[in-house]
């Protein structure tokens, strides 16, 4: 069984999610923004021995953790899709300029693609590929407890900006249309940023891609 325990980071109060398979208690950290000591004190609360980093984009609040974390607990970089590569790269300007700890760049141990899949114990979850927010954002989907992990693609109520280099609006519409919907009505999302919502609930009441 698939568990995940979120944990809002930095003062962006970025959703950092602790992913787990309860059979081997092996964990995966998705997003670890900063705050790395509250994140390793629930990884120890938990029981739970840390294995890999995913992350659905570079930008500081959901990467600023990832190097110094990686390095400490010797973590497989798994993620973002190479289109993040200059956010990756830009790490410690991106942090001068938010006011964040020194955050070093990193080298992904892998990149991910559309349609890849990442595993952890024995559980496995879906890679979906879904620029618009940065060229090179994805979301990971276990459709083994309808959940999917979607970082600043899709909010409660909003959606992710555009206004960034290499953003584009329309794009990320139809990332959100043509890849998140089809995961069914029934999933809930935990989003980058404030609480869960479903498909379902944002396709009928979200202004920004309510009826599509
Ligand atoms: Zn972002
Ligand atoms: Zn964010």
């Known amino acids: 069984m698939l568990h995940y325990h979120t944990i ?25 923004g900063g705050d790395l000591e509250t994140i390793e004190w629930e990884l120890e609360r938990l029981g739970l021995q840390p294995k890999a980093i995913w992350l659905t984009h570079a930008h500081i609040d959901h990467a600023g953790g990832v190097a110094e974390l990686a390095d400490k607990f010797k973590l497989d970089i798994v993620g973002p899709h190479e289109g993040d590569r200059f956010w990756i790269a830009g790490l410690p300007q991106q942090g001068a ?35 618009g927010h940065t060229p090179g954002h994805v979301v990971f989907h276990a459709p083994q407890i309808d959940r999917c992990f979607v970082g600043d693609v899709l909010f409660a109520g909003s959606i992710g900006r555009t206004d960034f280099p290499q953003g584009n609006h329309q794009q990320l519409i139809d990332s959100i249309v043509q890849r998140l919907w089809p995961m069914g009505d029934q999933t809930v999302f935990i989003p980058g940023h404030g609480p869960e919502s479903s498909f379902g609930r944002e396709r009928k009441t979200n202004p920004y891609v309510g009826n599509t």
């Not at 003062?11 to 999610?17: D, K, L, P, R, T």
């Not at 938010?98 to 024995?122: H, K, N, S």
């Open 97 to 131: 300029m938010f006011g964040f700890p020194p955050a070093e760049p990193f080298e992904p141990t892998r990149w991910l693609q559309d349609g890849d899949t990442v595993r952890i114990g024995f559980e496995t979850l879906n890679v979906r590929h879904t620029p």
């Open 8 to 32: 809002p980071v930095t003062a962006f109060q970025q959703n950092c999610s602790l992913v787990w398979c309860d059979q081997t208690k092996e964990a995966a950290v998705v997003d670890p």
